[in-house]
């Protein structure tokens, strides 16, 4: 390497990395251990690697120069358009987070701050897209496991696509529960850890107490995690957690092989809902059963279409004629 290639660090530039550090850490403690911070960091990075083109992730990059919201709104416009609403909502929250911190640590004065984070998204980022419904037809083929997969891993990931999709439980729930929380004589997988920090039953199919009974024989008996990580020789490793981008590798990918590439594990709780409610069940049932404390959450999670209202408009009474 010649000197041209060497970049001496100035004082300022130690200052400068000082405070970034010092906000990008005051944001990721800002949020709760878990789940949450990895969510909230990891979008900070997607927006900071996205308008850098991989040059930077959420702590190295020079969030200080976003002094106007319409320096903040131009960066939203080349980013939001490569996600999905929801996920340019979040993105949008982590924004002013992070420039909130950068205000507490001194880099940025209370009028950048306050300009900064008034910032416009783009009209496509607001817009609710109409999520694609999950078909019998098509969870049937993501359920089908066949061709050269280990039978450890095949007999684990089955039971665990079919417990997501009889409970609607959230991939960071199921992956929690240990063999000392099945109780499928009763129907039921006890969830220890929940989003909503309250711990709950979620109900499982007869189809679902089947296959997870078949996997528990696989498994053996050993204490730990009814779902662990496997071993390079496909030995269960129960006393891990499997992680939750493990689950979300494992949907994915089977849902490529059964021709459902858009599938992510939320969509499965989508399913859970939309077919619960297609059978007529009452939607407060139906939000105690997967967890909500909102029937306005649960409505959100309805995917049935324009087909399911028209459908449903014919039942109505109405006359026949008008004389």
Not at 9 to 38: N, Q
Request: aromatic fraction near 8%; charge should be positive; glycine fraction near 4%.
């Amino acid at each position: 390497m010649t000197m041209s290639h060497l970049h001496l660090v100035t004082e300022s530039d130690a200052t400068v990395f000082e405070h970034r550090a010092r906000a990008h850490k005051t944001f990721a403690l800002s949020y709760k251990e878990g789940e949450s911070r990895r969510t909230m960091v990891g979008a900070l990075n997607r927006v900071a690697s996205t308008f850098s083109s991989g040059k930077h992730d959420g702590a190295s990059f020079p969030w200080e120069i976003l002094v106007d919201g319409s320096l903040t709104s131009e960066l939203m416009s080349i980013v939001a358009p490569q996600f999905e609403p929801a996920t340019t909502q979040r993105d949008s929250a982590a924004i002013r987070k992070i420039l909130k911190c950068f205000w507490r640590v001194g880099f940025l004065t209370l009028d950048e701050f306050t300009n900064a984070k008034d910032f416009e998204l783009p009209r496509t980022a607001t817009a609710q897209r109409q999520r694609q419904s999950l078909s019998k037809a098509e969870l049937v083929n993501l359920l089908q496991f066949s061709g050269k997969i280990n039978p450890i891993k095949a007999a684990r990931d089955q039971a665990l696509l079919f417990a997501l999709a009889s409970s609607g439980a959230r991939r960071t729930e199921i992956t929690q529960v240990t063999l000392e929380d099945v109780h499928l004589e009763d129907g039921y997988l006890w969830l220890p850890t929940t989003k909503m920090g309250i711990p709950r039953k979620a109900w499982m199919h007869s189809q679902a107490i089947s296959v997870i009974h078949q996997w528990m024989h696989t498994r053996g008996n050993d204490p730990g995690m009814l779902f662990p990580p496997l071993s390079r020789t496909c030995r269960p490793i129960t006393e891990r957690v499997m992680s939750s981008h493990q689950v979300w590798t494992i949907v994915t990918d089977r849902a490529k092989i059964a021709q459902v590439p858009w599938l992510t594990p939320h969509d499965l709780r989508r399913y859970a809902v939309t077919q619960l409610l297609a059978a007529g069940h009452d939607i407060s049932l139906v939000a105690r059963i997967i967890g909500h404390k909102s029937i306005m959450s649960t409505a959100r999670y309805d995917t049935r279409g324009n087909e399911a209202c028209r459908m449903a408009i014919n039942d109505l009474e109405i006359p026949n004629s008008i004389r």
